[in-house]
């Protein structure tokens, strides 16, 4: 079961992940959140981030603050 987000609006985001090449050559992992389910949904959130919401309802993934 893929993760699913519903923003403050009410529309549900489903948490996808993709291996992409940088300029410099590095292997990254991007994460991105699409309205339907594709290839390379994920079934949770990755350790270390949280889902946050941008100002106009996207829903983002942002590094989780390190506990004291």
Do not use: C, W
């Amino acid at each position: 079961m893929a993760f699913t987000y519903e923003n403050s609006r009410g529309v549900t985001y489903v948490l996808h992940s993709k291996e992409t090449t940088l300029k410099n050559g590095q292997q990254r992992t991007i994460y991105y959140f699409a309205k339907e389910e594709k290839e390379g949904s994920l079934d949770k959130v990755p350790e270390g981030f949280k889902v946050a919401e941008t100002n106009n309802g996207l829903p983002v993934l942002k590094r989780a603050d390190k506990p004291d």
